[in-house]
């Protein structure tokens, strides 16, 4: 469910009536209150006073209420400038500000605040952000960094163990229309882009293996994770929580209600935020239809009949967004080396983590390369969005896939000699550069071609 700018304003409105446990006599509270604006003389004295109060701690109040309030946006813009003194306007430059200050401590009645905002929104946020785990201390990101996305819980519905089809069944899939391919233990699916940026989660279970695709259509990203940890019982069954942070997706498990990043398959905020536990991932490859089909002529893939109604055709959903160079939510980039909006394919195996610019097999489909220690060779076709990538060994090859005096066959599985010999696959995935820098940053490396 999204909801629109009008109702936005009308949830903001009904949170003006805090219940009794966020409403307390403490002053700060009733400013945060009357900074939502229903109220013109009341609003007007509140940032006033937030003003010449100075000090750094009622910042993030005021770039969280920034979406919300029925108060002028300008008059934000000046109490904020008065307190960092920097010259920025709107909400998506003060939160890139925040960003850039973690140092700066938000004041305690900010928690209880936002975490009432956002419940008046829909009550179904409530386990995300229970009191105890959205704290400096317990959360491992800054909730003052978790953005409301736009929609409810479940409001981009996972799809589970969604009805498969036969390829030649598959009439209203183009050639050229892309597809999230998967291939484990000899079972071979397709997953439709045009389906997934619908629903951007699915839990599934393929050649034996539990597993759930996270798509971000924000960071151009589908990571594939095994839901199954060593040590823990039950699988984990996730959902699209309706909460952001920094442009990224938060996921949740169905079991804890805990808020996992997409990106890093890492829980931040609830109950497993300090298991350390972090979500294996499988090979998954972004590939046209016609291409998939060829090399999998047993692939199964989605059926149009997935219980929800959507526009399913071809190029329609996030249209605008996929075709802009912009980013839809406030991120952070270093955009000194890429474009925020250029392709790459990322690894994070063998203890290291490197990512390959797409345009960088225009020169080349076959790069030979490492990842860490491990020598890889990876085969790419820009134009196609695709990448895999496989451990090598020894071995140089050349763009033909030949290597050791013999040429190689490519498989969803490895790279396979005519002998037998199999160099296995590696795990990686696309993602927008502006994804790949924020969240893996100065700790991975960048191929320089």
């Known amino acids: 469910m999204t909801l629109t700018r009008r109702q936005i304003l009308a949830t903001a409105f009904a949170a003006a009536a805090l219940p009794a446990s966020a409403q307390e006599s403490e002053p700060i509270s009733q400013v945060l209150t009357d900074l939502l604006g229903f109220d013109q003389p009341r609003f007007d004295r509140a940032i006033a006073s937030v003003a010449a109060r100075g000090g750094t701690d009622l910042i993030s109040s005021l770039i969280f209420l920034m979406p919300f309030t029925y108060g002028p946006r300008e008059k934000f813009d000046i109490a904020l400038q008065a307190l960092t003194r920097e010259k920025r306007s709107g909400w998506f430059q003060w939160m890139l500000w925040q960003e850039a200050h973690p140092e700066v401590v938000s004041n305690p009645a900010y928690y209880d605040f936002k975490r009432e905002i956002l419940i008046q929104i829909d009550p179904n946020f409530d386990p995300f952000i229970s009191k105890k785990y959205i704290t400096p201390d317990a959360a491992r990101i800054r909730f003052e960094e978790v953005t409301w996305g736009g929609v409810v819980k479940d409001g981009i519905p996972s799809l589970d163990n969604p009805p498969l089809i036969a390829a030649s069944e598959a009439s209203y899939l183009r050639d050229d229309d892309l597809v999230f391919g998967v291939s484990i233990n000899g079972y071979t699916r397709a997953y439709p882009l045009r389906i997934m940026g619908w629903h951007e989660m699915f839990n599934e279970v393929i050649g034996g293996v539990h597993v759930a695709l996270a798509y971000c259509t924000l960071c151009g990203s589908g990571i594939l994770f095994e839901t199954s940890v060593e040590g823990r019982g039950k699988l984990f069954v996730f959902g699209s929580s309706g909460f952001l942070y920094r442009s990224n997706k938060l996921m949740f498990d169905r079991q804890t209600s805990t808020l996992w990043n997409q990106f890093t398959g890492e829980p931040v905020i609830g109950k497993l935020a300090q298991s350390g536990i972090a979500l294996k991932q499988r090979p998954v490859v972004i590939a046209?239809?016609?291409?998939?089909?060829?090399?999998?002529?047993?692939?199964?893939?989605?059926?149009?009949?997935?219980?929800?109604?959507?526009?399913?055709?071809?190029?329609?959903?996030?249209?605008?967004?996929?075709?802009?160079?912009?980013?839809?939510?406030?991120?952070?980039?270093?955009?000194?080396?890429?474009?925020?909006?250029?392709?790459?394919?990322?690894?994070?195996?063998?203890?290291?983590?490197?990512?390959?610019?797409?345009?960088?097999?225009?020169?080349?489909?076959?790069?030979?390369?490492?990842?860490?220690?491990?020598?890889?060779?990876?085969?790419?076709?820009?134009?196609?969005?695709?990448?895999?990538?496989?451990?090598?060994?020894?071995?140089?090859?050349?763009?033909?896939?030949?290597?050791?005096?013999?040429?190689?066959?490519?498989?969803?599985?490895?790279?396979?000699?005519?002998?037998?010999?199999?160099?296995?696959?590696?795990?990686?995935?696309?993602a927008y550069w502006f994804a790949w820098d924020n969240y893996v940053g100065d700790l991975g490396e960048v191929y320089g071609g």
């Open 288 to 430: 046209a239809w016609g291409d998939w089909k060829r090399d999998n002529p047993t692939t199964q893939v989605l059926s149009l009949e997935t219980g929800h109604q959507r526009n399913y055709s071809s190029g329609h959903v996030y249209k605008d967004y996929f075709a802009s160079a912009d980013l839809m939510f406030p991120a952070a980039v270093d955009t000194t080396k890429r474009a925020q909006k250029d392709y790459v394919f990322g690894i994070r195996q063998f203890g290291a983590a490197k990512a390959w610019p797409l345009d960088a097999f225009k020169q080349t489909p076959v790069i030979n390369d490492k990842a860490g220690a491990v020598n890889i060779v990876l085969v790419g076709d820009p134009d196609g969005r695709t990448v895999r990538a496989y451990e090598r060994g020894d071995l140089e090859f050349d763009a033909g896939l030949n290597a050791g005096g013999v040429q190689w066959q490519r498989s969803e599985d490895g790279l396979i000699a005519p002998d037998g010999r199999i160099l296995p696959r590696v795990a990686g995935h696309i």
